[in-house]
Protein backbone atom coordinates (compact mmCIF):
# COMPACT_ATOMS: atom_id res chain seq x y z
CA UNK A 1 0.00 0.00 0.00
CA UNK A 2 1.45 3.27 -1.05
CA UNK A 3 2.33 6.28 1.43
CA UNK A 4 1.78 9.64 2.10
CA UNK A 5 3.05 11.10 -0.62
CA UNK A 6 3.66 14.95 -0.91
CA UNK A 7 4.62 17.09 -3.66
CA UNK A 8 7.03 19.04 -4.76
CA UNK A 9 9.38 17.77 -2.34
CA UNK A 10 11.30 20.69 -1.88
CA UNK A 11 10.51 24.60 -3.39
CA UNK A 12 12.58 27.70 -3.63
CA UNK A 13 10.39 30.67 -3.50
CA UNK A 14 10.73 34.55 -3.09
CA UNK A 15 8.98 36.63 -0.31
CA UNK A 16 5.76 37.91 -1.26
CA UNK A 17 4.98 34.94 -3.78
CA UNK A 18 2.42 32.72 -3.17
CA UNK A 19 2.68 29.07 -2.94
CA UNK A 20 0.47 25.42 -3.26
CA UNK A 21 1.28 21.99 -1.82
CA UNK A 22 -0.21 18.95 -2.59
CA UNK A 23 -0.88 15.82 -0.17
CA UNK A 24 -2.18 12.37 -1.44
CA UNK A 25 -3.48 10.27 1.46
CA UNK A 26 -3.04 6.47 1.69
CA UNK A 27 -6.04 5.10 -0.35
CA UNK A 28 -8.97 4.95 2.09
CA UNK A 29 -7.96 7.82 4.72
CA UNK A 30 -10.05 10.52 5.03
CA UNK A 31 -8.49 12.73 7.36
CA UNK A 32 -5.92 14.78 6.47
CA UNK A 33 -3.69 16.99 8.81
CA UNK A 34 -0.99 19.62 8.15
CA UNK A 35 2.04 20.43 10.23
CA UNK A 36 4.89 22.88 10.06
CA UNK A 37 8.56 22.15 11.40
CA UNK A 38 10.77 24.44 12.05
CA UNK A 39 13.85 24.90 14.36
CA UNK A 40 12.38 27.36 16.36
CA UNK A 41 9.41 26.57 16.96
CA UNK A 42 9.26 22.71 16.27
CA UNK A 43 5.83 20.67 14.84
CA UNK A 44 3.12 23.14 14.70
CA UNK A 45 -0.05 22.01 13.65
CA UNK A 46 -1.82 24.01 10.90
CA UNK A 47 -4.88 22.31 10.06
CA UNK A 48 -7.54 19.31 9.53
CA UNK A 49 -9.54 18.18 6.98
CA UNK A 50 -12.15 15.30 7.07
CA UNK A 51 -14.43 14.90 4.09
CA UNK A 52 -13.59 18.32 2.37
CA UNK A 53 -14.07 20.06 5.63
CA UNK A 54 -11.58 21.68 7.97
CA UNK A 55 -12.72 20.30 11.19
CA UNK A 56 -9.63 21.86 13.37
CA UNK A 57 -7.03 25.00 12.61
CA UNK A 58 -3.73 25.55 14.33
CA UNK A 59 -2.84 29.59 15.67
CA UNK A 60 -1.66 30.56 12.36
CA UNK A 61 -2.57 33.61 10.06
CA UNK A 62 -5.30 33.85 7.25
CA UNK A 63 -2.13 33.68 4.69
CA UNK A 64 -2.41 29.83 5.42
CA UNK A 65 -5.30 27.93 3.75
CA UNK A 66 -6.16 24.49 2.83
CA UNK A 67 -8.67 22.23 1.22
CA UNK A 68 -9.35 18.83 0.66
CA UNK A 69 -11.04 17.45 -2.17
CA UNK A 70 -13.63 14.52 -2.95
CA UNK A 71 -11.07 12.22 -3.60
CA UNK A 72 -9.23 12.78 -0.05
CA UNK A 73 -6.01 14.78 -1.52
CA UNK A 74 -5.35 17.95 0.31
CA UNK A 75 -3.54 20.97 -0.39
CA UNK A 76 -2.28 23.87 1.50
CA UNK A 77 -1.64 27.44 0.41
CA UNK A 78 0.50 30.12 1.46
CA UNK A 79 -0.05 33.46 0.45
CA UNK A 80 2.37 36.68 0.67
CA UNK A 81 5.45 34.16 1.90
CA UNK A 82 7.06 35.81 4.54
CA UNK A 83 11.26 34.76 5.48
CA UNK A 84 9.69 32.85 8.06
CA UNK A 85 7.60 30.77 6.37
CA UNK A 86 10.63 28.68 5.41
CA UNK A 87 10.06 25.50 7.13
CA UNK A 88 9.55 21.40 6.40
CA UNK A 89 5.41 20.90 5.89
CA UNK A 90 4.23 17.52 6.55
CA UNK A 91 1.08 16.17 5.81
CA UNK A 92 -0.46 13.29 7.77
CA UNK A 93 -3.67 10.87 6.93
CA UNK A 94 -5.50 8.80 9.08
CA UNK A 95 -7.93 6.19 8.28
CA UNK A 96 -10.67 6.75 11.16
CA UNK A 97 -13.34 9.89 12.04
CA UNK A 98 -11.19 10.27 15.42
CA UNK A 99 -7.92 9.16 13.43
CA UNK A 100 -5.77 7.82 16.37
CA UNK A 101 -3.27 6.55 13.85
CA UNK A 102 -1.61 9.27 11.70
CA UNK A 103 0.75 8.44 9.04
CA UNK A 104 2.95 11.53 8.28
CA UNK A 105 4.44 12.27 4.04
CA UNK A 106 7.84 12.94 3.54
CA UNK A 107 6.83 16.67 3.54
CA UNK A 108 7.77 19.67 1.24
CA UNK A 109 10.80 21.61 1.96
CA UNK A 110 9.76 24.91 1.92
CA UNK A 111 13.03 27.90 1.36
CA UNK A 112 11.71 31.32 1.12
CA UNK A 113 14.54 33.71 -0.05
CA UNK B 1 -2.81 25.02 27.79
CA UNK B 2 -1.59 21.79 26.62
CA UNK B 3 2.56 21.19 26.29
CA UNK B 4 4.64 18.17 25.87
CA UNK B 5 8.09 18.50 27.16
CA UNK B 6 11.20 15.88 26.58
CA UNK B 7 14.78 16.00 27.36
CA UNK B 8 16.89 17.42 23.89
CA UNK B 9 19.39 14.88 23.60
CA UNK B 10 20.49 11.47 24.73
CA UNK B 11 23.24 9.09 23.98
CA UNK B 12 23.85 5.25 24.53
CA UNK B 13 26.11 2.82 23.64
CA UNK B 14 25.32 -0.19 21.24
CA UNK B 15 23.51 -3.36 22.16
CA UNK B 16 22.60 -0.97 25.38
CA UNK B 17 18.74 0.15 26.33
CA UNK B 18 17.46 3.37 25.71
CA UNK B 19 14.64 5.11 27.53
CA UNK B 20 13.79 8.29 26.18
CA UNK B 21 10.89 10.13 28.81
CA UNK B 22 8.21 12.84 27.93
CA UNK B 23 5.91 14.67 30.40
CA UNK B 24 2.48 16.79 28.86
CA UNK B 25 -0.40 18.65 30.79
CA UNK B 26 -3.18 17.45 29.02
CA UNK B 27 -4.88 15.80 31.59
CA UNK B 28 -7.87 15.30 29.10
CA UNK B 29 -5.26 13.09 26.30
CA UNK B 30 -6.98 10.51 24.70
CA UNK B 31 -3.72 8.96 22.86
CA UNK B 32 0.27 9.18 23.27
CA UNK B 33 2.31 8.60 20.30
CA UNK B 34 5.87 8.11 19.51
CA UNK B 35 7.11 9.04 16.21
CA UNK B 36 11.15 8.67 14.93
CA UNK B 37 12.51 11.50 12.58
CA UNK B 38 15.61 10.59 10.87
CA UNK B 39 17.75 13.76 8.60
CA UNK B 40 15.25 14.43 5.70
CA UNK B 41 13.18 12.49 6.01
CA UNK B 42 9.18 12.81 7.51
CA UNK B 43 8.02 11.21 10.50
CA UNK B 44 7.86 7.28 11.22
CA UNK B 45 5.03 6.23 13.57
CA UNK B 46 6.30 4.04 16.07
CA UNK B 47 4.21 3.11 18.31
CA UNK B 48 1.10 4.72 20.56
CA UNK B 49 -0.51 4.34 23.66
CA UNK B 50 -4.55 4.65 24.71
CA UNK B 51 -4.71 6.50 28.00
CA UNK B 52 -6.26 4.02 29.84
CA UNK B 53 -3.16 1.62 29.69
CA UNK B 54 0.11 1.51 31.62
CA UNK B 55 2.37 -0.05 29.39
CA UNK B 56 2.74 -1.44 26.02
CA UNK B 57 5.02 -3.69 24.24
CA UNK B 58 5.95 -3.98 20.29
CA UNK B 59 9.16 -6.13 19.46
CA UNK B 60 12.10 -3.57 21.29
CA UNK B 61 9.84 -0.87 22.19
CA UNK B 62 8.10 -0.65 25.29
CA UNK B 63 6.04 2.11 26.06
CA UNK B 64 5.51 2.85 29.79
CA UNK B 65 2.28 5.87 30.49
CA UNK B 66 1.82 7.26 34.55
CA UNK B 67 -0.84 8.78 33.61
CA UNK B 68 -1.23 10.75 37.44
CA UNK B 69 2.31 12.20 36.96
CA UNK B 70 1.67 13.01 32.99
CA UNK B 71 4.82 10.59 31.99
CA UNK B 72 5.31 9.09 29.21
CA UNK B 73 8.48 6.97 27.91
CA UNK B 74 10.03 4.90 25.34
CA UNK B 75 11.97 1.83 26.03
CA UNK B 76 14.24 0.52 23.33
CA UNK B 77 16.00 -3.16 23.82
CA UNK B 78 19.60 -3.65 22.35
CA UNK B 79 19.58 0.11 20.83
CA UNK B 80 22.03 -0.38 17.23
CA UNK B 81 23.19 2.28 15.14
CA UNK B 82 20.16 2.63 13.25
CA UNK B 83 17.99 3.87 15.94
CA UNK B 84 19.80 7.17 16.00
CA UNK B 85 17.16 9.86 14.97
CA UNK B 86 15.34 12.10 16.79
CA UNK B 87 12.38 11.09 19.00
CA UNK B 88 9.07 12.65 18.81
CA UNK B 89 6.28 12.25 21.76
CA UNK B 90 2.91 13.75 21.27
CA UNK B 91 -0.30 13.51 22.66
CA UNK B 92 -4.14 14.30 21.07
CA UNK B 93 -6.34 15.51 23.59
CA UNK B 94 -10.41 15.92 22.79
CA UNK B 95 -9.75 17.03 19.06
CA UNK B 96 -7.54 15.20 16.35
CA UNK B 97 -4.44 17.49 16.26
CA UNK B 98 -1.35 16.30 17.67
CA UNK B 99 0.76 18.22 20.21
CA UNK B 100 4.01 17.49 19.64
CA UNK B 101 7.48 17.44 22.02
CA UNK B 102 10.67 18.98 20.96
CA UNK B 103 12.40 15.88 19.88
CA UNK B 104 14.65 13.89 21.57
CA UNK B 105 17.99 13.13 19.46
CA UNK B 106 19.25 9.81 20.53
CA UNK B 107 22.57 9.18 19.50
CA UNK B 108 24.01 5.30 19.60
CA UNK B 109 27.73 4.87 19.31
CA UNK B 110 29.65 1.73 18.88
Known amino acids: KAGVTQTPRYLIKTRGQQVTLSCSPISGHRSVSWYQQTPGQGLQFLFEYFSETQRNKGNFPGRFSGRQFSNSRSEMNVSTLELGDSALYLC????????????FGPGTRLTVL | GEDVEQSLFLSVREGDSSVINCTYTDSSSTYLYWYKQEPGAGLQLLTYIFSNMDMKQDQRLTVLLNKKDKHLSLRIADTQTGDSAIYFC??????????FGTGTRLQVFP
Open chain 1, 92 to 103: ASSFRDRGHEQF
Open chain 2, 90 to 99: AESGNTDKLI
